[in-house]
């Protein structure tokens, strides 16, 4: 079984006495979470250019345990440029060593919600699925123009992956509820961002620093089980599951992601 859960980040002070221990020095955070999860989002990678030695540390710092998943730079998604192609090289060569370790669990585009869905922006997404071939791609989009079977098709035909969020339901953003077939590819990529739609469009996460407010969500355990049986059929569908909670503020997404993961060893012992 080919089941990932972890979280969107760790490097997180405020997580001191909610998710680490009250004297855990900030270094050793990451050794610490290794030893609770076996996937890790990694999103400090949009704002700067990521570089080789940086991510084979973090290999290194979890004794191979851990699976990969790194957010593509801000130069691909959201401030695309006519040297997109080089930023692209930069950023595979960063990834790379993780790719050679087998642990890069997958490359994620997110895209914003004010990337339409238009001709010139179809183009660009097939330039850029296609100039990351050999890598496990997922796309995320944040605007439900996205959400129909042509782009699923596209998709898979550059063996590429569609994020699932779980996220408020507002006027623009995909309901992934509505989703006949929510994982594209072979990876089933989850993401849960929320349900914060008061905080949603206070402010923006890439450029304000109080955007994490639209994170701060705390699952219940009712609404995190509705998620086993959607990930039991991706398993047996024989997909690579990537579940990660992206709702960081107050330690709620390391508590919510510990009390899912212990809900599917739960429903799989009593599968067997």
């Not at 004794?63 to 595979?92: C, M, P």
């Not at 087998?102 to 183009?123: C, D, M």
């Not at 098709?153 to 408020?168: Q, W």
């Amino acid at each position: 079984m080919q089941l990932y859960i972890g979280t969107s980040g760790y490097d997180y002070p405020e997580w001191k006495g909610e998710f680490y221990p009250q004297d855990l020095k900030r270094a050793d955070f990451l050794a610490y979470y290794a030893t609770i999860f076996n996937a890790l989002e990694l999103n400090f990678s949009f704002y700067g250019m990521p570089v080789p030695e940086k991510m084979l540390s973090f290999y290194e710092r979890t004794d191979g345990k851990v699976v990969f998943s790194v957010k593509a730079n801000q130069l691909l998604t959201h401030k695309i440029d006519g040297n997109w192609r080089n930023y692209a090289e930069d950023f595979k060569n960063a990834v790379k060593p993780l790719l050679e370790k087998g642990v890069l669990g997958a490359v994620l585009f997110q895209f914003p919600e004010s990337f339409h869905y238009t001709k010139e922006n179809r183009i660009y997404l097939a330039m850029l699925v296609s100039a990351f071939d050999g890598f496990p791609v997922v796309v995320e989009f944040r605007h439900k123009e996205w959400i129909k079977d042509t782009v699923f098709m596209g998709l898979e035909s550059y063996k590429a992956s569609l994020c699932f969020c779980d996220m408020p339901r507002l006027k623009n953003l995909p309901d992934g509820t509505l989703l006949d077939a929510p994982f594209v590819g072979n990876i089933a990529y989850v993401r849960l961002h929320g349900r914060n739609a008061e905080a949603w469009y206070a402010s923006e996460p890439e450029t304000d620093s109080n955007g994490s407010e639209r994170y701060k969500y705390d699952y219940s355990a009712d609404e995190l089980v509705q998620f086993v049986p959607v990930i039991n059929t991706a398993i047996n569908a024989g997909k690579k599951v990537h579940v990660y909670f992206n709702n960081h503020p107050c330690g709620f997404g390391a508590k919510n992601a510990k009390l899912f993961k212990e809900m599917m060893q739960w429903s799989n012992l009593q599968l067997l």
